[in-house]
């Protein structure tokens, strides 16, 4: 399995950026999928964005299309993802997630997710 630990998260302004960091650690990173989701208290867990494993697809929660931007670099074993225009609404524990399934060109979805890593918080204050 793929084991993930996750930095960046910290507290913003409304209309401010942050930058998530996923540092893998395994052999399976470059064949795998890799994701985000979060959670909000009180809420259930919710996608935020994947990409596949080449790097050459990815996807994006409705809520977060257009502001956020996932991308991975295979060379470091990491994923990264890039919030901008953050809203008080993106207030959640951020994951980072690794498909189980082997070259999936898709979309990551909950149970497709093999690893995750330990959360870290996102606090945007308005």
């Known amino acids: 399995q793929v084991q993930l630990v996750e930095s960046g998260g910290g507290l913003v302004q409304a209309g401010g950026s942050l930058r998530l960091s996923c540092a893998a650690s395994?052999?399976?990173?470059?064949?795998?999928?890799m994701g985000w989701f979060r959670q909000a208290p009180g809420k259930e867990r919710e996608f935020v964005a994947s990409i596949n494993w080449s790097g050459g697809s990815t996807y994006y929660g409705d809520s977060v299309k257009g502001r956020f931007t996932i991308s991975r670099d295979d060379a470091k074993n990491t994923v990264y993802l890039q919030m901008n225009s953050l809203k008080p609404e993106d207030t959640a524990v951020y994951y980072c997630a690794a498909d189980s399934r082997p070259f999936s060109p898709l979309r990551l979805g909950l149970a497709d997710v093999g690893s995750w890593g330990q959360g870290t918080q996102v606090t945007v204050s308005s």
């Open positions: 395994g052999r399976t990173f470059s064949k795998s999928g």
